[in-house]
């Protein structure tokens, strides 16, 4: 059974920095490719960033520049390094993966940047 849990997302202001987190179970993160979707009210769910089994990374434009993913396969978890965060990242950042043709996701963490 796969299981992502997210955790890390909060209030902040306009400038400042977050990092999300990840924790997979019922997968080996390092084997898949890990992606960070995002939801803000009314809009649809949108790619953020993601992390190939091979290391490679793509990012949003929106975010480039500006966020980083990473994972750290000892502990299994993926992370999303937000900084220089504006009001217009404010959504429900999702944890992913897609296994036999199934996408699992994790419950999500609100991200809130005020201005």
């Known amino acids: 059974q796969v299981q992502l849990v997210e955790s890390g997302g909060g209030l902040v202001q306009a400038g400042e920095s977050l990092r999300l987190s990840c924790a997979a179970s019922?997968?080996?993160?390092?084997?898949?490719?890990m992606g960070w979707y995002r939801q803000a009210p009314g809009k649809q769910r949108e790619l953020v960033a993601a992390?190939?089994?091979?290391?490679?990374?793509n990012y949003a434009d929106s975010v480039k520049g500006r966020f980083t993913i990473s994972r750290d396969n000892a502990k299994n978890t993926v992370y999303l390094q937000m900084s220089s965060l504006k009001p217009e990242d404010t959504a429900v950042y999702y944890c992913?993966?897609?296994?036999?043709?199934?996408?699992?996701w994790g419950q999500g963490t609100q991200v809130t940047v005020s201005s």
């Open positions: 019922g997968i080996i993160v390092r084997f898949y490719t």
């Open positions: 992390v190939t089994s091979g290391g490679s990374t």
């Open positions: 992913n993966v897609w296994r036999d043709g199934y996408a699992y």
